[in-house]
C-alpha cells in the first residue's frame, strides 16, 4: 500500500488531525416546486434525500452501519456501489510503541525546557521519546460490492433517501414502466448488511454482483449463490498487515435464477432478492488476530439465511428504534425542508430552516448508533466509514479532540450504551500505556499522548511539535465519572475505578514542580498542536494540562470516596490538585493559555485548548467564576469564528456554556455551508471529519440544557431561530430524563424524571412567573425552595416525574419522559458500599493445567447488562479452552464477541479452541458478551474451564 501516513501530511504541511487544509466547496440548485417526498414526510423529515445518484462521489453517498460493519450506499441506477467496512481492519499488526531510551532522557529534556530551550528539548524528545514505530496505523477499508444493472437510460421518478427513524437506504425509480425499490440497512441483532430489491412487475430484476478491494485480496464463490472476499490488511510503518478478513455475499430470489461462479454472483429475472453481506475479521484484541474470520463470516451468514425478510427488518427496527426513539426533537418547519438535502445545505446561510438543526441534531444521534455499540471499536475519526488504505490522519483516534468528542452527545442524548466500546479502549490502553509510563517515564500508572489506534499504541508520534502531549489518557481518565454521573451504575465505577487511578496515579509520579512558580507541572507536554514560539509547542503547565489534572484528580477522588477504598490515594491527589496551576487571565482579558502570558503564533488556531475548562468541563461558569467567564468570551472572540468543521462544532459547544444563543446559533449557521458539510452531511474539517457532527449534536443539546454545575439549566441559549419548539428525552448529570416544550421563546413545559432519589435543582426563567408544579407519578405537590428567583429546588424520588408549566398549558402526551434503557442507578454510598448493581466476580477452580477463567459483569441497565470472561493460562501452554456456567436468573446471551457460544436453557458454553486458543504460560484473554435479563442479575455459582 502506499505509504500516505499521517507524518506525511505533516510534511506536506498539514498538522495533525486539525489541521488547515483549503476547504473545497460544493453547489446544488434549488429544485422548483419542490416538495419533500411522502417517505420523508412520513419520518417527520428526518430523513436525508436527494434526486440524484451519488456517481462516483463517496461525499455524496449514504452511510450505514451497526456498530461493526458499515457501507456508503451509492444509490446507482447501472452500478450500485456498496463500499465496505469493518470495524477492526486496520493496517499493521500488534506492537509495543513504548521507547526504552525515554526514561534516561527524561531529566534533560525537562531541564531544557524550564531553561526557556524549547526546539532543543524537542530535538531530545525526537530522539529519544518517539514511539515505535513513529507514528500510528490505519483503520482501512474491506472493499467494494458492486451490482450492475446494465444501462437504465429513460429513468425517471428517481429517489434516494436515508431515513434516520429506520436506520434504511432506498433508492427507488421508474424505467420501462416498472416501479424499483432497493432497500439497505445494517442489521446488529443479526449482524449482516442486507439489501432488498423489489419491482412491482414480476420476473424484473437482473443484474451481476462482483467484490474488488485496493488490499491484497482473492474472490471465489464459494456456492452457487454466494461470492467470497478473502483478504488481508495492508503493510504501514514498517508493520506488515495481519489482519485477514472473509466477505461474503449470498442472494436469495423469489422467481428467476441465482447462480455464482468465478467470483460473480448472477442474478436473471427475478422478482424480489435479498443479498446478504457478511464479514468475518480474524482481529481478536490489540494483541491478538489470529481470529476465525472465515468462520464468523460464514456463520452469521449461515444465520442470517434462516431469517425471513420481514424479520431481518423487524429485529433491525426493534433493536436501532430501542435507542434512537429515545430523543424526540421538534424545532418548527418551513418550505425550506421541501428541498432535497444537498440544496438545503448549500442555501442554509440565506434560508430560515429550523428543521434543519433537529435534523442536524438527529443524524450525529444515528452516526453514533451506526459506528459504536456494545463490543465494537470506538467510532474513530471517521466513524466506521473509510473508502482509503491510507486515510487523511489515518482515520483513527485523536485523543487531543476527536475521541472525546465523538462521545460528547453519548450521555446528554440518551445513548449510554454507545459509549461503552471507549471505556473498553481505555482497559487496552491501561496495559500498553503502562509500558510507555515505566520505560519513558518512570512511572507508574499509565499514560497515552495524542493519538492511539487499533493496536493502542500509547507512546509519542507524530514528532515531538504535534506528539508531545502528555494528558490523552487523563483526558480519557476524566469520562469515565462524568459517564457515572449520567448513570450511577456503581459497578460501572467500579469496573472502572482502576483505569481512573492508573491514570491520576502516573501524574502523581510525574508532575514536577516549577522551578519558579512552585506549582505541580507537567514536563514536557504542549498546548495541542499550537506554538508559543516560532517551530516550538513543547512547554511546561499548559493550562489544558492543568484544567485536564484538576478533573481528573477530582474524579479519582470522588470515586474512591463513592467506592469507600483507597483514603490515602484519596489525599494525595487532592493534595496534588491543590498545587496545580490555577486558570489565568491574560494582559489581552483572555484566558492564557501557557504558565507565562505568551501571545500565540496563530491568533485563530483551529484548537482552542485552553477553554476545556468551559467545555467540556465545569471550571468556567457565569455564576461561578464570572471573572474566568468573561475571559473566556474574550478569548473566542480572539480566535474568531471561523476554523476547521470540528473546530466550528466545538465553538458552538463553548457559546452555549457561556449562555450566548445568538453566537451560538450563528457557529452553526457557520458549520452548515459547502464548505464544511458534505452534500451526504458528513462534517468537513475538509476533508471528512465525524466529530464535527458529533460535535453538533453536543451543541444542539448544550444550547437545551446544563448539567455540569449541580442543576438543571433549561433552554439556556435558546436562539431566537428556534422561537417555538419541543425536545424529550435529553439526559442531564444526576440522573434526569428531560423534556421541554416553548412556544415564542418562552418555556410552556418542563417534564423532569429522576432515575434515583436526590436534590433536583432546575434552573429556568419559567421560574420567574406563574407556573404549577406536580409530581405526575403520585399526583402531589411537592415541598420545594427558592435559592434564587429563577431556581426552583426539591427532593426528587427515584422513578417519579415531575412536571412545571406555565398555567393553562395543557400537559404534552410526548414531552412527560418514560423510563428508557439507561443503566440501573444505586445510590450513593458515603462509605463501603453495602450493595452494587453489578455482581461480584466468579472464578473457576483451576483446570489440570492450572488455567482458570473469571466471569464479571462490567455494566448493566434496565433489561440488560455487558459482561466479560477472562481466561488465564496456568504454568502451562494451552491450545484451547471451554468455558461453561448455568445462569441462574435466566439471563440470556444475545451477543458475544471474540468467541462462539451455544446457551440450552440456562447453561452456556463458549468454546474458543479453533481460534484465539492458544495461550502461553499465565498469558491471558478476554471475550465479551450482552445479555438480558428480567430481575435479578446475580453470577453463576460456579463456572468451568476446559483445556486443550
Request: hydrophobic share 35%; with cysteine; net charge neutral.
Amino acid at each position: 500500500m502506499s505509504e500516505v501516513t499521517r507524518r506525511n501530511v505533516i510534511k506536506a504541511g498539514a498538522v495533525g488531525a486539525g489541521a488547515a487544509l483549503l476547504p473545497v466547496a460544493w453547489t446544488a440548485t434549488a429544485r422548483a416546486g419542490s416538495v419533500a417526498p411522502p417517505q420523508v414526510l412520513a419520518a417527520n423529515d428526518l430523513a436525508l434525500w436527494y434526486d440524484e445518484p451519488a456517481g462516483t462521489d463517496w461525499l455524496r453517498a449514504l452511510p450505514i452501519g451497526n456498530g461493526r460493519l458499515g457501507a456508503m450506499v451509492f444509490g446507482n441506477l447501472d452500478t450500485d456501489v456498496l463500499q465496505l467496512n469493518e470495524d477492526t481492519v486496520w493496517a499493521g499488526g500488534p506492537y509495543d510503541s513504548a521507547n526504552t531510551r525515554g526514561a534516561a532522557n527524561l531529566a534533560e529534556i525537562r531541564r531544557r525546557v524550564f531553561a526557556d530551550q524549547w526546539t532543543s528539548a524537542q530535538d531530545l524528545i525526537n530522539q529519544t521519546m518517539m514511539g515505535t514505530p513513529g507514528g500510528q496505523l490505519a483503520y482501512q477499508t474491506v472493499g467494494n460490492l458492486r451490482l450492475a444493472f446494465g444501462s437504465a437510460n429513460g429513468a425517471t421518478q428517481y429517489r434516494r433517501t436515508l431515513d434516520l427513524t429506520t436506520a434504511t437506504v432506498t433508492t427507488t425509480y421508474l424505467l420501462n414502466g416498472v416501479r424499483h425499490q432497493r432497500e439497505v440497512f445494517a442489521s446488529a441483532a443479526d449482524q449482516v448488511i442486507v439489501v432488498r430489491l423489489t419491482a412491482d412487475r414480476a420476473n424484473s430484476i437482473t443484474f451481476s454482483a462482483t467484490f474488488d478491494s485496493p488490499q491484497r485480496t482473492t474472490v471465489s464463490s464459494p456456492d452457487a449463490a454466494t461470492i467470497g472476499l478473502d483478504g488481508i490488511s495492508g503493510n504501514m510503518e514498517g508493520v506488515n498487515g495481519s489482519v485477514r478478513f472473509l466477505a461474503l455475499a449470498n442472494a436469495a430470489v423469489t422467481g428467476g435464477t441465482v447462480s455464482s461462479s468465478g467470483g460473480t454472483l448472477r442474478v436473471s429475472g427475478a422478482t424480489s432478492v435479498t443479498v446478504l453481506v457478511s464479514i468475518g475479521s480474524s482481529y481478536v484484541n490489540y494483541r491478538t488476530v489470529n481470529g476465525d474470520y472465515q468462520g464468523i463470516a460464514r456463520n452469521r451468514l449461515n444465520a442470517a439465511k434462516s431469517v425471513a425478510i420481514d424479520q431481518l427488518r423487524s429485529r433491525h427496527l426493534a433493536d436501532y428504534q430501542a435507542l434512537f426513539n429515545r430523543v424526540s426533537i421538534d424545532l418548527g418547519r418551513t418550505a425550506a425542508a421541501d428541498q432535497p438535502t444537498d440544496v438545503r445545505i448549500a442555501q442554509h446561510a440565506s434560508s430560515n430552516d429550523p428543521q434543519f438543526s433537529a435534523l442536524l441534531f438527529q443524524f450525529g444521534r444515528y452516526l453514533l448508533i451506526s459506528s459504536s455499540r456494545p463490543g465494537t471499536q470506538p467510532a474513530n475519526l471517521q466513524g466506521i466509514w473509510n473508502d482509503s488504505l491510507a486515510p487523511s490522519w489515518d482515520s483513527k483516534y485523536t485523543i487531543n479532540a476527536n475521541l472525546p468528542m465523538n462521545y460528547w452527545p453519548a450521555d446528554t442524548t440518551n445513548l449510554a450504551e454507545c459509549f461503552l466500546p471507549v471505556f473498553d479502549m481505555v482497559k487496552d490502553l491501561t496495559v500498553t500505556g503502562a509500558r510507555v509510563a515505566q520505560a519513558q517515564y518512570g512511572a507508574g500508572g499509565w499514560v497515552t499522548h495524542h493519538n492511539t489506534d487499533a493496536w493502542r499504541g500509547a507512546s509519542v508520534v507524530d514528532g515531538a511539535l504535534w506528539g508531545m502531549w502528555q494528558t490523552g489518557g487523563a483526558w480519557l481518565g476524566t469520562l469515565i465519572w462524568d459517564h457515572y454521573q449520567f448513570t450511577g451504575d456503581l459497578g460501572f465505577l467500579q469496573a472502572n475505578y482502576p483505569a481512573l487511578k492508573g491514570a491520576a496515579q502516573f501524574f502523581l509520579d510525574t508532575l514536577v514542580a516549577h522551578p519558579t512558580l512552585g506549582y505541580l507541572v507537567t514536563n514536557p507536554s504542549n498546548s495541542p498542536e499550537l506554538p508559543h514560539h516560532a517551530n516550538a509547542s513543547v512547554c511546561a503547565g499548559p493550562t489544558m494540562d492543568n484544567q485536564i489534572l484538576r478533573d481528573l484528580f477530582d474524579a479519582a477522588a470522588r470515586a474512591s470516596e463513592t467506592l469507600g477504598v483507597d483514603t490515602t490515594f484519596r489525599s494525595q491527589v487532592r493534595t496534588a490538585k491543590d498545587r496545580l496551576p490555577p486558570t489565568r487571565v491574560g494582559s489581552r482579558g483572555n484566558v492564557q493559555e501557557w504558565l507565562a502570558d505568551w501571545v500565540e503564533t496563530e491568533r485563530t488556531h483551529r484548537h482552542v485548548s485552553h477553554l476545556y475548562g468551559l467545555h467540556p468541563s465545569n471550571q468556567i461558569t457565569k455564576r461561578g467564576t464570572p471573572a474566568l467567564y468573561e475571559a473566556a468570551r474574550k478569548t473566542l472572540e480572539l480566535r474568531g469564528d471561523d476554523g476547521t468543521g470540528w473546530s466550528l462544532a466545538w465553538k458552538i459547544n463553548y457559546w452555549a456554556r457561556l449562555e450566548d444563543a445568538t453566537r451560538a446559533h450563528k457557529l452553526l449557521k457557520d458549520l452548515v455551508r459547502t464548505d464544511r458539510l458534505a452534500p451526504n452531511m458528513f462534517d468537513l474539517h475538509p476533508p471528512f471529519q465525524i466529530d464535527g457532527n458529533f460535535g453538533a449534536t453536543s451543541g444542539i443539546a448544550e444550547m437545551l440544557l446544563h448539567s455540569h454545575t449541580g442543576e438543571l439549566h433549561l433552554l439556556p441559549a435558546l436562539p431566537s431561530a428556534w422561537p417555538t419548539g419541543q425536545v424529550a428525552g435529553l439526559r442531564g448529570r444526576g440522573g434526569y430524563t428531560v423534556g421541554l416544550a416553548w412556544t415564542n421563546g418562552q418555556t410552556d413545559e418542563i417534564g423532569i424524571r429522576a432515575d434515583r432519589d436526590g436534590t433536583l435543582r432546575m434552573r429556568s426563567r419559567l421560574f420567574t412567573g406563574s407556573f404549577t408544579l406536580v409530581d405526575v407519578t403520585d399526583g402531589s405537590t411537592p415541598a420545594t425552595t427558592r435559592p434564587e428567583t429563577d431556581v426552583v429546588q426539591l427532593s426528587a424520588r427515584a422513578g417519579h416525574t415531575y412536571r412545571a408549566a406555565r398555567p393553562g398549558v395543557t400537559p404534552s402526551p410526548t414531552l412527560t419522559p418514560t423510563p428508557t434503557a439507561t443503566p440501573t442507578p444505586t445510590p450513593t454510598p458515603t462509605t463501603t458500599p453495602t450493595s452494587t448493581p453489578t455482581p461480584p466476580p466468579t472464578t473457576s477452580p483451576p483446570a489440570p493445567s492450572g488455567a482458570r477463567a473469571t466471569y464479571a459483569v462490567t455494566s448493566s441497565w434496565s433489561g440488560g447488562f455487558q459482561g466479560e470472561v477472562t481466561v488465564t493460562a496456568g504454568a502451562t501452554p494451552i491450545r484451547g479452552w471451554t468455558v461453561s456456567w448455568t445462569f441462574p436468573n435466566g439471563q440470556v446471551i444475545s451477543q458475544i464477541w471474540s468467541g462462539s457460544h451455544t446457551q440450552s436453557g440456562a447453561n452456556v458454553t463458549v468454546k474458543n479452541v479453533d481460534y484465539n486458543g492458544s495461550l502461553p504460560a499465565g498469558g491471558s484473554t478476554t471475550f465479551g458478551f450482552i445479555g438480558t435479563v428480567n430481575g435479578a442479575n446475580n453470577p453463576p455459582t460456579n463456572i468451568t474451564c476446559t483445556t486443550t
